[in-house]
Every structure is written in structure tokens, then in C-alpha cells.
């Protein structure tokens, strides 16, 4: 009895691994027909001035909205683009619309993309992001690329070359997430960042313990020093702005100043600015 409810059992692990393996197949398919049935888009999050709140430029968020599965996170569909080879077509994409549609936006005010390991790995980076400018006529001290310090786990030298030549371009690096790797202080000496985001991890436990709040104040004053730009990620709520305005932060970014949103919506939010609709707010 027992044997055959282990056959049983093993039966249907095998039909469950099926089904996952069959899940995975259809969302690879589905994902390789994407980019050409225009399921992509890009959502802009404002990115805001820690002293005036006013908007300095806006983070290109990427959605893919399937007719089946509806809108599908990135975080479930980035690394599967990735393993398959496919992040460099979409990464290309993502490049030349954020630059088409910041085009469009008032002078000085950037956009920010963010780019994955992987499109460090093959093919030209700094060709496509020099294309993606020239072709949108948008001014190279108008982007700024977002990496991950995953960019520095393999084929280092090669990927810190990399950088220097997209800085060479004229456009800025942020480093993103920062805190949440293996040892992120490291690589503040292997390239001179623009830019620290300070991963939401750290916001979102600055209410609850201090360490929260002492992580913030170290990084911001390593940023001082070094003379970086800080920035504090996923700022949800008026307490976390005000003491992030407090600790010295060069910019401010969370679900509190702005949500991600769809680029229609971006000249009506330009025109009020940010601080306007705060200040309406309170
Ligand atoms: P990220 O670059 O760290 O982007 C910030 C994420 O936090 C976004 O999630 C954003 O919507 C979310 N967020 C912003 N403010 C708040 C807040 O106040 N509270 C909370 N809880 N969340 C907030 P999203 O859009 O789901 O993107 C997740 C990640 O996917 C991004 O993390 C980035 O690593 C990746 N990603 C998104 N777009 C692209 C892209 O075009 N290319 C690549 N390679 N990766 C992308
Ligand atoms: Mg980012
Ligand atoms: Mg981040
Ligand atoms: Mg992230």
C-alpha cells in the first residue's frame, strides 16, 4: 500500500515539474513575441530635488502588459529575458524610447534606465547607448544608466572599462540598490560613481530601528565626502521625506513623491511640479 502511494506520489511530482517546466516554456514564448505585438512600455517615476522638491528627471520603469497574463513585474520577467539571451534586444528598446520620450521633456530634465549585468556581457553597450542619443537628439548629460554591483561580479576589468566609456559619452552612472550586495563599499573604489541610490530596504527600517537610520546617515556622508549624490529610494511616507530632507540626501525618490506612470501623464505632473502638488496636498 505504502508503495504504490509512493508511485502515486511520485507521479504526480513528475506531472508537477511537467507543469512548471511547460509554465516557464510558454512565458519564454510569450516574452520572445513581446517587443514585436508593442507589449512594452515605459512608466516614469519622478526623481525629485531633496531642498526644492522640484522634479529633476524621471526613472524609466519597464512594463510588459500581456493580453493573457495582464501587466507582468519586471522582477519575474528581467531575469528570464536575461537566462535567454533576449535582455539586449529589450534593453536596446528600453534605451532608444527613454531617450525618444525624454526628448520631449523640458531641457535639463533627465531620465534614468536601467541597465542589467547581462548587457554588459555581448554586444556593443556603449554603441547603443551612443545611437540611442544621437537618434533621439537627446543630450548625453540628460542620461543617467543605473547599474547593480552584479556589473562587477564577472569579467570585472572588462565591465569597469565598460563604464568609463559610457562616462566617456557624457551620460552619468548611479549605482543602484546600494547596501543590499556582498560588499557594496568596495566598489565605490573601483569607479567614481555618480550617483548612490540608497536601496528602500534601509527607508523602509529607518521608523522601526536605528540602524536603519544610521546606515542612511553613514552613506549620505560617504557620499559628501567622496562627493557623490545621494539619493533614498521607496520614500512611502512624510515622516521618511522630512527626515531624509534632515540627514543631507541630494535627491528623494518613493511612491510618496510619485508613482511610476505612464508618459502621457508627465506633462500635466511637469507643469504643477512636484512641490506644488505637495504643498496643495498638505
Ligand atoms: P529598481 O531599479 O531598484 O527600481 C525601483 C523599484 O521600486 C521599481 O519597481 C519601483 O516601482 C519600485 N518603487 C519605487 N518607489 C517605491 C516605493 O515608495 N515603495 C515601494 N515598495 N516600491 C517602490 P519595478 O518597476 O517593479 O522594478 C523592479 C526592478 O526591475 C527595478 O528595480 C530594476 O532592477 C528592474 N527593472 C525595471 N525596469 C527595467 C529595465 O528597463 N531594464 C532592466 N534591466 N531592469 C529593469
Ligand atoms: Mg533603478
Ligand atoms: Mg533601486
Ligand atoms: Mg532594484
Not at 147 to 160: H, K, P, Q
Request: charged residues 25%; hydrophobic residues 45%.
Amino acid at each position: 500500500r505504502s508503495k504504490s502511494q509512493g508511485r502515486g506520489a511520485f507521479r504526480f511530482f513528475e506531472a508537477g515539474m511537467d507543469q512548471s517546466l511547460q509554465a516557464r516554456r510558454s512565458l519564454e514564448g510569450d516574452l520572445r513575441q513581446a517587443l514585436a505585438r508593442g507589449e512594452f512600455e515605459l512608466f516614469y517615476q519622478p526623481i525629485v530635488a531633496a531642498g526644492s522638491l522640484q522634479v529633476l528627471g524621471f526613472e524609466a520603469l519597464l512594463r510588459w502588459f500581456h493580453p493573457g497574463r495582464g501587466a507582468v513585474p519586471p522582477a519575474e520577467f528581467i531575469p528570464v529575458a536575461e537566462e535567454i539571451g533576449l535582455i539586449h534586444a529589450i534593453g536596446d528598446w528600453v534605451l532608444r524610447q527613454a531617450c525618444r520620450e525624454a526628448a520631449r521633456w523640458p531641457d535639463g530634465c533627465r531620465v534614468a534606465v536601467n541597465l542589467s549585468a547581462a548587457q554588459f556581457r555581448r554586444g556593443d553597450l556603449a554603441g547603443s547607448v551612443s545611437a540611442a542619443l544621437a537618434e533621439a537628439g537627446l543630450a548625453p548629460a540628460r542620461l543617467e544608466l543605473e547599474i547593480t554591483e552584479s556589473v562587477f561580479l564577472d569579467d570585472s576589468a572588462d565591465n569597469i572599462a565598460l563604464l568609463h566609456r559610457l562616462r566617456g559619452l557624457g551620460v552619468a552612472i548611479s549605482l543602484d540598490d546600494f547596501g543590499t550586495g556582498y560588499s557594496s563599499l568596495a566598489y565605490l573604489n573601483r569607479f567614481p560613481f555618480d550617483k548612490i541610490k540608497i536601496d528602500r530596504s534601509f527607508i523602509r527600517d529607518m521608523a522601526e530601528d536605528r540602524h536603519g537610520l544610521a546606515i542612511v546617515r553613514a552613506v549620505v556622508s560617504l557620499g559628501a565626502s567622496l562627493g557623490i549624490r545621494t539619493l533614498a529610494e521607496g520614500i512611502e511616507t512624510a515622516e521618511q521625506l522630512e527626515r531624509l530632507r534632515q540627514e543631507g540626501c541630494s535627491e528623494l525618490q518613493g511612491y510618496h513623491l510619485g508613482r511610476p506612470m505612464p508618459a502621457p501623464r508627465l506633462p500635466a505632473l511637469l507643469e504643477r511640479g512636484v512641490a506644488r502638488r505637495l504643498h496643495d496636498a498638505a
